[in-house]
């Protein structure tokens, strides 16, 4: 199991949060309104997945950890495709789609929309993207997540890229974030930190042991082996995201840099 750079901050209680995970959202009768929505599964995935030969990072990490100031800092230097799970589902709630008012109050509670809901909409943006490379920010949040993406998709990740943040300072980047979320307040991010060590960390823990795990600060040490498996096996790095922006893209770009040298098929 993943162990954070610091301890449970005091803003956090260490008492079993039971309750996020027995009775995350009624799922259950959720669920069923969305039946006849769930997309396909297809045994190896939409055909058009498999012919693209798509790169597929997840870029992981706690609330305010800085993924979506990472994700576009890769887009402007590696043209990947950014898709923010977070972002889609606020879309949809902002389209008024027949749900919203579920989808608002999870978000709101900082707990797991249904995955179906999740990856239809992720689903979607790749099938109708020309991109082959993609950056899903946010996803998946749980092990569930992870399976329904692995079995309506046919497609499992090349990278997986961990910010993992002190606790104090994820609260702090998410209070003074300023964008008018309905979920960058204390409550609901005392609740989004427990989600994210109860379903979160378990996904970044398989990863970890499915492929190959690397720490990003010592990337010159592994550079060879580090891109000519990256492209072959799943490689999932840790990065340390306290520090500036820019520092941090500094370790963050050589990851990219080195599966671009490697590779015939993507040019990064
Ligand atoms: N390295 C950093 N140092 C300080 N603030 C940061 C850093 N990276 C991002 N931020 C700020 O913290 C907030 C959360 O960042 P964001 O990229 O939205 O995180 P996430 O997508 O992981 O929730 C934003 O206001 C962002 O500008
Ligand atoms: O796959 C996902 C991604 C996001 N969310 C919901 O959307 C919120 C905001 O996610 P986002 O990734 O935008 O937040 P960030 O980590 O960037 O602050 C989460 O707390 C969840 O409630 C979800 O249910 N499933
Ligand atoms: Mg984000």
Same mark, same amino acid.
């Given at each position: 199991m993943w162990r954070r #750079? @610091?301890? +449970? !901050?005091? #803003?956090? !209680? @260490? !008492?079993?949060? @039971?309750s996020l995970v027995q009775a995350p959202f009624g799922f259950k009768i959720w669920r069923s309104s969305f039946s006849t929505e769930t997309p396909t599964v297809v045994k190896d995935g939409p055909t058009s997945f498999k012919e693209r030969n798509l790169f597929i990072t997840f870029v992981l990490g706690g609330p305010g950890s800085g993924k979506g100031t990472q994700c576009q800092k890769i887009v402007e230097t590696f043209g990947f495709k950014h898709l923010s799970a977070g972002e889609l589902l606020r879309r949809e709630i902002e389209s008024n789609s027949e749900q919203w008012s579920q989808m608002l109050n999870t978000i709101k509670e900082g707990r797991i929309v249904p995955s179906e809901v999740t990856v239809k909409l992720i689903q979607k943006e790749m099938e109708s993207s020309? !991109?082959?490379?993609? +950056?899903?920010?946010?996803?998946? %949040? @749980?092990e569930e997540n992870r399976i329904a993406f692995e079995q309506f998709t046919g497609l499992e990740p090349n990278v997986v890229l961990f910010f993992d943040c002190p606790e104090e300072e994820m609260v702090k980047r998410v209070l003074n %974030?300023?964008?008018? %979320?309905?979920?960058?307040?204390i409550d609901t991010v005392k609740k989004r930190l427990k989600v994210f060590e109860i379903l979160n960390l378990p996904v970044i823990d398989y990863y970890s042991k499915r492929g190959k795990l690397r720490k990003a600060s010592i990337w010159k040490l592994n550079f060879l082996i580090t891109h000519s498996s990256s492209l072959l096996f799943l490689v999932t790095y840790e990065i340390n995201? #306290?520090?500036t922006e820019d520092e941090i893209f500094e370790k963050v770009r050589p990851i990219f840099s080195a599966c671009g040298m490697m590779s015939p098929y993507f040019t990064f």
């Open positions: #750079v @610091t301890s +449970l !901050s005091p #803003v956090i !209680s @260490t !008492s079993k949060p @039971t020309d !991109s082959n490379k993609f +950056l899903i920010d946010g996803f998946p %949040r @749980t %974030r300023n964008e008018g %979320r309905v979920d960058d307040n995201a #306290v520090g």
